[in-house]
């Protein structure tokens, strides 16, 4: 069902039901793209717009593939400024640019693809053993991390050539 702002003397606006309207308008549709790398996927979230705004929402189970044990936001990042530079051994993370944009580069050591997170829409599933890193952030931007784990210094790998050595040698 629609809705309408409708306004009553007296009493300001309010937000109401119109009958026999269309629906409210659902963004393009949904689904997961896989990126090449490892099994990192690029996934586009449910989109819903009304005349109230529009909202994003993804579901465990469904839109996201594993159950979040933390999140972390980034915000107010120079542009030139690199984040990530690190891949984990056990933890899965989830990156959503709430508002503004970042580029994420995805590594699997043997493929690289490079992301443009711009909606919030849209987010990137990032498993693990996968090098990521996180650029070009615009000034606004606002990036969510969900992860699968809480944090553990020792899930880690923070040197690229200790993450080639490892991929090479699968549990290493």
Same mark, same amino acid.
């Given at each position: 069902?629609?809705?309408?702002?409708? /306004? #009553?003397?007296?009493?300001?606006?309010?937000?109401?039901?119109?009958?026999?309207?269309?629906?409210?308008?659902?963004?393009?549709?949904?689904? +997961?793209?896989?990126?090449?790398? $490892?099994?990192?996927?690029?996934?586009?979230?449910? /989109?819903?717009?009304?005349?109230?705004?529009?909202?994003?929402?993804?579901? #465990?189970?469904?839109?996201?593939?594993?159950?979040?044990?933390?999140?972390?936001?980034?915000?107010?990042?120079?542009?030139?400024?690199?984040? $990530?530079?690190?891949?984990?051994?056990?933890?899965?993370?989830?990156?959503?640019?709430?508002?503004?944009?970042?580029?994420?580069?995805?590594?699997? $050591?043997?493929? /690289?693809?490079?992301?443009?997170?711009?909606?919030?829409?849209? $987010?990137?599933?990032?498993?693990?053993? +996968?090098?990521?890193?996180?650029?070009?952030?615009?000034?606004?931007?606002?990036?969510?991390?969900?992860?699968?784990?809480?944090?553990?210094?020792?899930?880690? +790998? /923070?040197?690229?050539?200790?993450?080639?050595?490892?991929?090479?040698?699968?549990?290493?």
């Amino acid at each position: 069902m629609a809705l309408q702002t409708v /306004r #009553t003397p007296g009493h300001g606006a309010r937000i109401a039901p119109v009958p026999d309207a269309p629906p409210a308008r659902i963004g393009p549709e949904t689904g +997961i793209r896989p990126l090449g790398v $490892g099994t990192a996927a690029l996934h586009r979230m449910r /989109r819903v717009h009304d005349l109230r705004g529009a909202l994003s929402v993804g579901e #465990t189970g469904r839109d996201l593939p594993f159950v979040p044990q933390r999140y972390f936001v980034v915000f107010d990042v120079p542009s030139s400024e690199l984040r $990530g530079e690190h891949a984990h051994r056990a933890c899965h993370q989830f990156l959503i640019c709430l508002r503004g944009s970042c580029r994420v580069l995805l590594d699997d $050591g043997a493929r /690289r693809v490079e992301v443009d997170l711009d909606r919030p829409e849209i $987010g990137v599933s990032m498993p693990p053993m +996968i090098w990521g890193r996180q650029y070009r952030y615009t000034p606004d931007a606002l990036l969510l991390v969900l992860a699968s784990h809480a944090y553990d210094p020792d899930d880690y +790998i /923070r040197s690229y050539d200790a993450f080639l050595r490892a991929v090479e040698r699968p549990g290493g």
